[in-house]
Each structure stands twice: as structure tokens, then as C-alpha cells.
């Protein structure tokens, strides 16, 4: 297909401009994916704000957006099993798929992953089209939209947490912080059969969402000592702590808040990559800390789950915003943090 498209580009830290780009021509391997959902996930927000995430530095113009559903607009000539139309959901890291880390099944970890929006890596996807390898794209049942399909990348976040952390039926858990990562790893919790769960925030409306969700009980982090009322259930905290914030504050607070023998998974990433953790608290306990990076092998599972009505991801988005309204949309997630739960760009 030829033709121009909309891209919105950062040259530098807290500036988005509209630019016009050539429709990617294909590879044998690619689709073309006429977008039309994509999340703003907290991590386009730190890149907006500090130029920087973890140890990526965007030295360069850089498109933002990895959480993508849209529908095939044309098809590589290698590519089978796909027609123009169908609707799908993108896994947005495309690894190596030789080297030894891919060759385990552990490619998330793949050194030469070229995933969305990260400098040097792969473009982002708040534009009107993008290619991508057919491999990494994945059809949606005819009852799950695209808009869903564009959250099942921070599904996939949750879903692998819950993975490495060996979660069990019947088991109890705290969620730190009720943003998308904090609500879809509780609704993976009850999923999973987990129906102990206490879920911590500091805004209101996040709160509430994360009740309606599945959490059996909310704190606001302002106003109660959560670690004091954790502290007082019988194995002096939760056979897991799931932190979704990204802040040194709550990354310490997890050591205090889980039970002996329990296990830490920390699932938010800090703008900063060196931060405090409380291993005097958690060696006391023998308590396991974990961490996750993104996720591998889970899209299916994603959409299964969505498809069987097993959690409502659309109810999580709390605003749209359109491809014209970019600059809006990131100032407005940063500048409404108490009233913003999901937003997604709708092309």
C-alpha cells in the first residue's frame, strides 16, 4: 500500500509533534496493521517526562505507543493464515528467535529484542499503520474488540507476573497501585482464584475501579497505615506482594508488607534504575523478591481469557483520546493523574 500516514514523534523530552511519514512497505514476513487502538502506558509518560526509562535514553526522535490492536490492511507474501480484515492484537517485542535465550523459550530476555517505542529499537505505534512480523501478530475472536485487543499487552505484563511468582489458588495478595498494571494483575488474581486481595493507591477513582475489579479490600495509602493493617493478618502479611508503581516508596514498602515465607514481585519500573530495597524486612521472613521483565509466550492465554469473559478489559479505560489530540492526551494522563485510569489513543 502507498500512500502517507499520521506519526506522532518526540523530538525530545515533553514535546509530541504530528508528522507525516510514508505508509512501511512490507517485508515477506510483516502485515500491515491499520491501527486503531493504542494504550498510553506509564512508561511512554516517563520517556515524555525525562527523556528516559530504566537505562533507555531516547538521544533520538522517538515514537511512542506500544500497546496496539488494529486490522490487517494487507498481507506480506510470505505470510499465511491471515486476510485482510481480521482483527488482531500485537505483541509488541519482536526478538532474534536463534540465540540460546530464544531457543529456551525465554525470549523476552532476548538480547537482540527489538521492541516498540525503545531508542535504537523498533518505532512505536501512535501512527495510522505499522509492519509488523505476522509471527507477533494474533487474531481476536469475532466477540473481542480491538480496543481490548490493544490492552492485552499490559494483560500479558500481569499474566507473567503472576507466572514467576507461582501463584496459587486460595492464596492472598497486595497490589500496589491501581493504575492498568495494578488492575489487570488483580483481575489475573481472581482468575487465578485468588480472592484475598487488598489493593493499595493514593487516588479515589483508582481505588474504586480496583473494588469493582476484584479487590476484597482498598487502601488509600494517604490516609491508613496499610503496612500496620497488613502486618496484623496472621502470617504477618500476604503470601504475595505485587508492586505496579514504580516508586522507591512503595518498592520498600512491599519487604514489610509480605507474610514469613512469601514472595515480592516487583512489576513497575522506576524512571530511575537504582532504587532502595528493604532486604532486612524480607530476609527476616525468608521472604522471596522477584522481578519481571514484560512477558513471553502469554498472548494467547491473553485473549482466551478476555474471550471467555473471564475479566472486562474495556472497563478499565477511563478516556480516549484521538491521534490529532496527542500532545492533549499525554499532558492531560500526567496533569489528571487523579482522574485518569487507562487512556488509549483511538486512530
Known sequence: MKGKMKVAEMPKARQIVLVERDIPQLNADELLIRLEYVGICGSDLHFYEDGRLGNWVAEEPLVLG?????VVAEI???VTGFAVGDRVALEPGVPCGVCETCKKGTYNLCKRMSFMAIPKERAGVFSEYCAHPANMCYKLPDHVSTLEGALMEPLAVG????DLADVKVGQSAVVLGCGCIG???IMALKAAGVDEIYAVDVIPKRLEKAKEVGALQVFDGKKENVTDIIQTLSRGG???VFETAGTEFTTLQSAKLVGNAGVVTI???CSDPEVKVDLGSLSEKEGTLKTIFRYRNLYPMAIKLVSQGKMDLSSIVSHE???DEISKAIAY???NKDDVIKAVIKM
Do not use: C, K, R, Y
Open 333 to 335: 494522563n500526567i496533569n
Open 76 to 78: 506480506g507474501s510470505g
Open 238 to 240: 500476604t503470601d504475595h
Open 66 to 70: 506500544h500497546e496496539p490492536g488494529g
Open 183 to 185: 488492575l489487570v494483575t
Open 159 to 162: 499474566l507473567h507476573a503472576l
Open 267 to 269: 512489576i513497575g519500573m
Open 321 to 323: 483520546f484521538s491521534l
